[in-house]
């Protein structure tokens, strides 16, 4: 009976919490464009100021509204805010280690320098992941022209391409589309960035030792953490087997030639890493390139700069790049 009452209080807050976190949708029309910020922040602004919180059960959220306090924050005053706050579900998803995104103080600052730096190794400073981008958008063009002209959403081969170039970095590969590992990893990663925005995951912050007693959608975030571990698990197993610690061929080596269990730098951390790099990278990433495709659909006239075929003979023969 308590239980039950549970559920039914947090259902009702549910309703209070939920709001729309769709994906974008290839369609034309206003509801294109993205939404403008919530209003209830910045009424509660003008009537308690521009930094604010709330307390939502035991979590407290503190609001900072106004470009020049966001700047304070963020800018200026940047070392004193750097330090990740408590929350239930990253503790239980990412304790005691952290990886990269959810851990403080020297772990963080030596992990975050790390992954800079093994990204400028691997890809930014010496042109490896331009290539790799111009590569995967052949083998994209290729998947969107297998379709003929047929309407169909992009969305899933933009999030296979994105965490293709990431897994150029990690695990020194790409993965065919057709691959039933890259699709196994696009489903546990689309489907962990879906959950983590349903209002069952803010109630599992709020009331965490209740929540992890309920069933609930939340609890598929656990499931996919799960999936993705072992994946990757396997990934540095393979790597292990065929480490040059000379000639370190991935983000995966270079970390191996590192762990000595100090500082974040241990095989189950490393786990933890590689995961915060898929989910910084790829749903952002895909999103961004979702928005660019429905604003180039909704203004063709800028859409006909893009289209150089015609214009340019050797267009399949060499890509635009960067320098």
């Known amino acids: 009976m308590t239980k039950l009452r549970a559920s039914r209080v947090l259902l009702s807050t549910q309703r209070i919490l939920c709001r729309n976190h769709d994906a974008p949708q290839l369609t034309t ?18 009537t308690y100021g521009n930094v ?35 929350q239930a579900f990253v503790t239980r998803l990412c304790a005691p280690l952290g990886g990269i995104l959810c851990c403080n103080g020297k772990t963080w600052r030596t992990q975050r320098h790390f992954a800079m730096g093994m990204l400028r ?25 297998e379709h003929k002209g047929e309407l169909f959403d992009p969305a899933d081969l933009l999030n296979r391409a994105v965490a293709n170039i990431i897994c150029q970095v990690i695990f020194g590969r790409r ?50 953490f799960q999936a993705l571990q072992e994946f990757i698990g396997a990934q540095i197993k393979s790597h292990k087997l065929a480490l040059d610690p000379s000639d370190p061929r991935d983000y995966i080596d270079a970390f191996l030639n590192e762990a ?5 730098f241990t095989e189950e951390n490393l786990v933890l890493c590689c995961m915060d790099l898929f989910l910084a990278g790829t749903e952002t990433s895909s999103k961004t390139l979702q928005w660019g495709l429905i604003f180039l659909i909704q203004n063709p006239q800028i859409m006909g700069g893009f289209l150089l075929k015609d214009a340019c003979p050797e267009w399949n023969a060499k890509w635009p790049i960067l320098a």
Request: one cysteine or more.
């Open 175 to 224: 993965f065919d589309y057709s691959d039933p590992k890259i699709q196994q990893l696009h489903e546990n990663l689309t489907d962990t960035f879906v959950r983590l925005y349903v209002p069952w995951a803010q109630l599992y912050n709020a009331f965490p030792a209740l929540m992890k007693r309920l069933p609930g959608p939340h609890n598929g975030i656990f499931t996919n």
């Open 121 to 145: 190794t691997f890809g930014l400073a010496n042109g490896t992941l331009e290539r790799s981008i111009c590569q995967e958008s052949q083998h994209l063009q290729r998947a969107m022209e």
């Open 260 to 264: 000595n269990g100090e500082l974040g």
């Open 29 to 46: 029309g206003r509801h294109c464009v993205p939404p403008s910020p919530p209003a209830a922040p910045v009424q509660l602004a003008e």
């Open 52 to 86: 604010f919180c709330i307390r939502v059960g035991q979590e407290k959220t503190v609001f900072v509204c106004g470009w020049k306090t966001v700047k304070e924050v963020l800018v200026t005053q940047a070392d004193k805010f750097v330090d990740r706050p408590y």
